[in-house]
Nanobody
Framework: QVQLVESGGGSVQPGGSLRLSCAAS????????MGWYRQAPGKQRELVAA???????NYADSVWGRFVISGDIAKKSVYLQMNSLKPEDTAVYYC???????????WGQGTQVTVSS
């Protein structure tokens, strides 16, 4: 059984930093990418950042230059360093693993990030 365990969420003031971690357990074959999505109240879930099996990172325009994704696909772990946080970054952040030729997804349970003064 596959599980994605996230940690590192919390509350921070604008301009602060947080680091999210995600570790997947269980057998997952043909991982295409691992990454982070977020969903704010009343909004659709959106991609924040992802890293492909080839090591190429992708970022949403809204976080470019502020967030850094890293990870080890072989070890099924991914991290998100979030700097210069803004109130609009407030959301539940979900770890994602996309795998196989059908691009199926596994999701973590989500971790809350709140940016407020």
């Amino acid at each position: 059984q596959v599980q994605l365990v996230e940690s590192g969420g919390g509350s921070v003031q604008p301009g602060g930093s947080l680091r999210l971690s995600c570790a997947a357990s269980g057998s997952i074959f043909s991982i295409n990418a691992m990454g982070w999505y977020r969903q704010a109240p009343g909004k659709q879930r959106e991609l924040v950042a992802a890293i492909t099996s080839g090591g190429r990172p992708n970022y949403a325009d809204s976080v470019w230059g502020r967030f850094v994704i890293s990870g080890d696909i072989a070890k099924k772990s991914v991290y998100l360093q979030m700097n210069s946080l803004k109130p609009e970054d407030t959301a539940v952040y979900y770890c994602n693993v996309r795998f196989d030729r059908f691009s199926r997804d596994y999701w973590g349970q989500g971790t809350q990030v709140t940016v407020s003064s």
